[in-house]
């Protein structure tokens, strides 16, 4: 409801004014924004001057001078630490059900997980049920073994395994490729880290041109005659879209996902299973488009669409909070979206409730 849907529920509070909707909920206006103030006796109205109240969230309301503000916490990016290391708590490995994470969690042995990840981390765009099918549908093909598939593939009998396969648009020939190129890898590299290393500069402040790096090797690593018929990628081949590029201004998401799964080892979400060459703080935040909404929300990014640039403003800000280990944040940021905690506007059922309320813009 807004302000003029009922006039009868408008009430003044000296220069300020506070209405109510049928279900108890308070709002004014602040800086011309319609911001929720608090759900029944929370507000203490009719307001006297001084009056002083606080949300469950932490968000504090005050009444000076006849008009009520919002105070803001003296110091923003202590509350911004304290909300997202709340969210980094709430969501810890009993959420990983919702995450493509999950499903490489039933392997045991760190070759399998590798490529398992590198998979997941590949297919890991859509809907999280339809994810998690294609690769239980993926991971029958290869009987759970998706090192030792990787390792010994060969075009001609991948063509038969994944006859008739596709997720959204990617098409038999083009999970052919990829499976061709991870094989290349492991038998010249023995393992993705090596051949991702081969690319990295210890000095470098993040994985940028690492990764502009393995993706450009990725794609020159192997012959696609046998896949496409011709040694040149044609155009609607989809195989780059598992070895995007920031080169190409991309976010790079699902790449800078594998690297947080292989490189962090401080929780229990990521494995952190390589060999401890890449440091945390030189990993970039993946930015889906609940990473992207939100970020924006909470001040982290001016950026508007997905893009790398994006991904290394969000890290660069997150790494003020932590600087060691600035990624720490990403699975927590995405569950209020993935688990649509988050609506894409203010929603009142929603925003009362969520654990960042305080530092989220979208509500004054
Ligand atoms: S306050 Fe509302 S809009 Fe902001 S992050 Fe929380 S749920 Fe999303």
Excluded at 138 to 151: C, M, P, R, S
Excluded at 154 to 176: H, P
């Amino acid at each position: 409801m807004h302000l003029s849907d009922n006039g009868s529920n408008v009430k003044n509070a000296g220069k300020s004014v506070v209405w109510e909707d049928n279900d108890f909920n308070f709002f004014t206006l602040i800086d011309g924004k319609e911001v929720f103030i608090g759900r029944g006796k929370e507000v203490p109205y009719p307001l006297e001057e001084g009056d002083c109240w606080s949300l469950p969230n932490g968000k504090t309301f005050a009444y000076k001078n006849g008009v009520l503000e919002h105070v803001k916490p003296l110091d923003e990016e202590k509350r911004l630490k304290e909300c997202l290391e709340g969210i980094y708590e709430k969501f810890e490995e009993s959420y990983l059900y919702s995450d493509p994470l999950g499903f490489v969690r039933k392997f045991d042995d760190i070759k399998d997980i590798e490529v398992a990840g590198f998979i997941a981390a590949g297919f890991a765009f859509g809907g999280v049920p339809q994810i998690l099918k294609i690769l239980d549908k993926i991971d029958k093909i290869v009987g759970h073994k998706f090192y030792e598939f990787a390792l010994n593939f060969n075009a001609a009998d991948g063509f038969k395994v994944f006859k008739g396969f596709y997720y959204r648009f990617i098409k038999e020939k083009d999970i052919v490729a990829l499976f061709l190129i991870l094989s290349e890898i492991l038998k010249k590299y023995n393992s993705i880290e090596s051949f991702f290393l081969e690319g990295y500069n210890p000095a470098d402040i993040n994985l940028k041109n690492a990764i502009i790096s393995f993706s450009k090797r990725a794609m020159g690593l192997v012959d696609f005659a046998p896949v496409y018929g011709s040694a040149v990628l044609p155009k609607d081949s989809m195989v780059h879209f598992f070895f995007t590029s920031p080169a190409d201004g991309s976010p790079c998401k699902r790449i800078n996902l594998y690297l947080r799964w292989m490189v962090r080892n401080s929780d229990n979400l990521d494995f952190g299973i390589w060999s401890g060459e890449i440091q945390p703080y030189q990993l970039i935040i993946p930015v889906d488009t609940h990473m992207a909404r939100i970020s924006r929300y909470i001040g982290l990014t001016k950026y508007g669409n997905p893009s790398f640039k994006m991904a290394e403003e969000i890290t660069e800000n997150l790494k003020k909070l932590d600087c060691f280990d600035p990624v720490k944040y990403d699975f927590a940021i995405t569950r209020l979206g993935i688990l649509d905690l988050c609506k894409k506007s203010k929603n009142i059922e929603n925003c009362g409730k969520c654990a960042i309320y305080d530092i989220c813009n979208l509500n004054g």
